[in-house]
Nanobody
């Protein structure tokens, strides 16, 4: 079984930055895509960014140029650097890892962008 632990959420002013981290542990035989989703109140969960094991990162249009996803395969970790944050980025952010050919989700971390 794979466990995901997220960290790095919080409250930040518009224009500020946060970095989210997610580490996978447990019986891991293979990891493929890693990514971040978010869900704002009253809205559906949406993909923010995804990165394959050796592929080009992909981002939703609204975060391009502001967010950067990266991964450390040796640590089974994925990160999301968020710059120039906007109030509309406020949401619970979930880490996603496809490991052992199964989908795995983190518990979610709250990101609030407000003055």
């Amino acid at each position: 079984q794979v466990q995901l632990v997220e960290s790095g959420g919080g409250l930040v002013q518009p224009g500020g930055s946060l970095k989210l981290s997610c580490a996978a542990s447990g019986s891991i035989f293979s990891i493929h895509n890693m990514g971040w989703y978010r869900q704002a109140p009253g809205k559906q969960r949406e993909l923010v960014a995804v990165i394959a094991r050796a592929g080009t990162p992909q981002y939703r249009d609204s975060v391009k140029g502001r967010f950067t996803i990266s991964r450390d395969n040796a640590k089974h970790a994925v990160y999301l650097q968020m710059n120039s944050l906007k109030p509309e980025d406020t949401a619970v952010y979930y880490c996603y890892v496809r490991a052992n050919n199964r989908e795995n989700w983190g518990q979610g971390t709250q990101v609030t962008v407000s003055s």
